[in-house]
């Protein structure tokens, strides 16, 4: 069946470190990708998306790259902000029957 | 265009309650995702629905667990005789009909406290 794997946490980082949080899936067909955050006590926001594969999503400094060779699309971002504290969702939507799958999430805390 | 709406944010059951949390689409939307989110854990999923029907509900307890979607009003994710595990958050979020590269946008969430 479908399903996606994501790097445990937490991640914790100094201001203005690079930031990587590692995501693989398994899917039947050709899915689309995509990773939510969430902060504290809110619900989840879409950060990016990628369709297809060798396609790159980005926002806000972040991006991921959907890598169909290694089943990966994971997160970066050069330098984060503690800002960006919250917690990251990688998810999967089946081509086939629209089902939206998320990962387990990571929780990223940057210290200043 | 307003967002997708859940109430209440906040519902506190008794044991043996029953509670019922409301999920309004985005405007346009006509299929709709429940997840449960427990303290430090990820979104575990429950149910998707399109209107007037269950897609796959993989996800839901066998018992004590309803949901609906119905032609006209808001989606409801009914539990019947709550216990305190079922304490959680519950999110709710809606895609347009197009199954393929649309994201699902989410709504704040129903904090369910059962005491």
């Known amino acids: 069946g479908n399903s996606v794997t994501q790097m445990e946490g937490p991640v914790t980082l100094s201001e203005e470190a690079f930031l990587t949080i590692n995501c693989t899936y398994t899917?039947?067909?050709?899915?689309?990708l995509f990773w939510y955050v969430q902060y504290p006590g809110e619900g989840l926001q879409l950060l990016l998306k990628a369709t297809k594969a060798d396609d790159k999503g980005s926002n806000k400094g972040f991006e991921a790259t959907y890598r169909k060779e290694t089943t990966s699309f994971h997160l970066e971002k050069g330098s984060v902000q503690v800002s960006d504290s919250a917690v990251y969702f990688c998810a999967l939507k089946a081509s086939n029957t629209g089902k939206l799958i998320f990962g387990q999430g990571t929780t990223l805390q940057v210290k200043p | 265009n307003a967002g997708v709406m859940q109430n209440p944010r906040h519902l506190v059951r008794r044991r043996g309650q029953e509670a019922r949390l409301r999920c309004s689409p985005m405007?346009?939307?006509?299929?709709v995702y429940w997840y449960r989110q427990l303290p430090e854990e990820g979104l575990k999923f429950m149910v998707y629905?399109?209107?007037?029907?269950?897609?796959?509900e993989s996800g839901m307890p066998k018992e004590r667990f309803s949901a609906e979607f119905p032609k006209e009003g808001p989606s409801i994710l009914r539990i019947q005789q709550v216990v305190r595990g079922d304490s959680a958050a519950y999110f709710c979020?809606?895609?347009?009909?197009?199954?393929?590269?649309?994201?699902?946008?989410f709504g704040q969430g129903t904090r369910l406290t059962v005491v």
């Open positions: 899917a039947t067909g050709y899915p689309s």
């Open positions: 405007k346009g939307h006509s299929h």
């Open positions: 979020a809606s895609s347009p009909p197009e199954r393929e590269n649309t994201e699902a946008f």
């Open positions: 629905l399109q209107k007037e029907n269950i897609i796959d």
